[in-house]
């Protein structure tokens, strides 16, 4: 069930422990949803250029590397699963840095330091951390003056787990999208571990719902000017009819933010 996000928690491990998941759904190169949506939508917002270093904050193996290296920017990667990065390591080869780290203390890694970015990344990455002032707190602490940041994540107005889905009005022969709940803050258990192998303590991965205020507000607080929005509606996969194509051409899937540290 989904609960009110009213205290902080200790940092979670749960993405090394389910890396192996993971990396079966998206690899080190992204799923299709990353590769066709999320990463040319983050890209077109960051605009990075030749030389620049772009911090990947929540990188998981490694999804946008290519695309940044390709822009011949230098791409550095943060995550807190040691398996991931182990896999996007040998997957992207030397040419991208991936460390190990806390997206709320950066500034406790010391292979980083302050100001040490152009550009700092969130790629569907921010809905998982909390909490979320500590953590924008701490992208600004890598960020040089006037250095940017783009966050792209799921719809937090429509695509809200647990609380959001699809539905269809017969009489208008419509599908339309239903949202149970979206100014109240969530806390959302969503992927389980450990249950049937043994070979982890049983839990489970979790995904916080802010509603937008919060996050302009978290990236004002920290000292960001939004410059940039821009909502990225689904890809039709072929196979469905006129009013589901409508839908999801009309109710966007992906939310970027551009800012800049002021």
């Known amino acids: 069930m989904a609960r009110k996000t009213n205290q902080r928690r200790a940092p979670s491990k749960s993405w090394d422990a389910v890396a192996g998941w993971y990396l079966g759904w998206a690899g080190a190169e992204g799923s299709r949803h990353h590769r066709e949506l999320a990463i040319p939508a983050l890209m077109a917002l960051l ?3 030749k030389g620049e270093r772009v911090l990947d904050i929540g990188c998981g ?34 040419d991208a840095r991936l ?21 700092a990344t969130f790629l569907l990455s921010i809905q998982d951390i909390d909490p979320l002032d500590v953590t924008l ?21 429509f695509r809200i787990p647990r609380q959001s889905g699809w539905g269809w009005d017969d009489g208008r022969s419509l599908q339309y999208r239903r949202i149970d709940s979206y100014l109240t803050p969530l806390d959302v258990p969503m992927q389980e571990y450990g249950r049937k192998n043994g070979k982890e303590k049983p839990g489970v991965t979790r ?29 039709n996969t072929g196979e469905e009819g006129r009013a589901q194509r409508r839908a999801r051409r009309e109710i966007p899937l992906f939310l970027g933010i551009g800012a800049w540290q002021s």
């Open 99 to 119: 460390l190990v780290g806390d997206a709320t203390r950066l500034s406790a890694l010391a292979a980083l330091a302050p100001g040490g970015f152009d550009a």
């Open 207 to 235: 995904s916080y719902h802010r509603p937008l205020e919060t996050y302009v507000a978290a990236l004002a607080a920290s000292g960001f000017v939004i410059d940039a929005l821009q909502e990225i509606p689904a890809g």
């Open 47 to 49: 605009a990075p250029e």
């Open 61 to 94: 193996a490694g999804a946008l590397a290519p695309a940044v290296m390709a822009a011949g920017a230098h791409y550095t990667g943060i995550d807190k699963s040691p398996r991931l990065v182990a896999h996007g390591r040998k997957h992207h080869g030397g």
């Open 137 to 157: 707190r701490s992208a600004a602490w890598a960020l040089r003056p006037g250095g940017r940041l783009v966050m792209l994540m799921t719809h937090p107005c």
